[in-house]
T-cell receptor, first 114, second 115 residues
Framework: AQSVTQLGSHVSVSEGALVLLRCNYS??????LFWYVQYPNQGLQLLLK??????LVKGINGFEAEFKKSETSFHLTKPSAHMRDAAEYFC????????????FGTGTKLQVIP | NAGVTQTPKFQVLKTGQSMTLQCAQD?????MYWYRQDPGMGLRLIYY???????DKGEVPNGYNVSRLNKREFSLRLESAAPSQTSVYFC??????????????FGSGTQLSVL
């Protein structure tokens, strides 16, 4: 069974500081991996996805994530946090083998301190 | 661009009452999903519909039923609401019938409280 683990339910960073949100996956076959963002009172929006092309994936709003097979990780980073980045971030995984549902992590709330 | 539209946005029910959550998408997507979001548990799949006329159970289907009315609409019904069904419900859609690497488009959610 596929799963993702997000380390840290809450992360606080100062405005302008590096953002690092951690995600580790478990999958018996090469996975597809996603990061979604949820702003208050809204649905989730796709930030970026990994589909076995380049291991460094660039997304919207300056975010990027690197797929590391040896570490089974797909951490999300942004060099400089902005106030508008305050939101909840979800890592997700799906199976490359036929139709499989997308499994979401438990989420990480990012607080940006002025 | 409406995208995925859910109604209602808020609902309060008494234990044992029934209700239907409505979802419609205007992107001609094949697949539609219902998720529930609970604190500390992320999103869990209740039911999905890979194409018009088909529905399948997800991770937490007990206490729910769904109807894929047509390609646009996918409703979620609670026949006898329980306090454990207090949650935020999200409808989502994606383009392909086999969307393992497809982007999911989400509605803005329904906040349901069961007293």
């Amino acid at each position: 069974a596929q799963s993702v683990t997000q380390l840290g339910s809450h992360v606080s960073v100062s405005e302008g500081a590096l953002v690092l949100l951690r995600c580790n996956y478990s999958s018996s076959v090469p996975p597809y991996l996603f990061w979604y963002v949820q702003y208050p009172n809204q649905g989730l929006q796709l930030l970026l996805k990994y589909t076995s092309a380049a291991t460094l994936v660039k997304g919207i709003n300056g975010f990027e994530a690197e797929f590391k097979k040896s570490e089974t990780s797909f951490h999300l980073t942004k060099p400089s946090a902005h106030m508008r980045d305050a939101a909840e971030y979800f890592c997700a995984v799906s199976d490359t083998r036929g139709y499989q549902k997308v499994t979401f992590g438990t989420g990480t709330k990012l607080q940006v301190i002025p | 661009n409406a995208g995925v539209t859910q109604t209602p946005k808020f609902q309060v029910l008494k234990t044992g009452q029934s209700m239907t959550l409505q979802c419609a998408q205007d992107m001609n997507h094949n697949s539609m999903y219902w998720y529930r979001q609970d604190p500390g548990m992320g999103l869990r799949l209740i039911y999905y519909s890979a194409s018009e006329g088909t529905t399948d159970k997800g991770e937490v289907p007990n206490g729910y039923n769904v109807s894929r009315l047509n390609k646009r609409e996918f409703s979620l019904r609670l026949e006898s609401a329980a306090p454990s069904q207090t949650s935020v419900y999200f409808c989502a859609s994606s383009e392909a019938e086999y969307p393992t690497n497809e982007k999911l488009f989400f509605g803005s959610g329904t906040q349901l409280s069961v007293l």
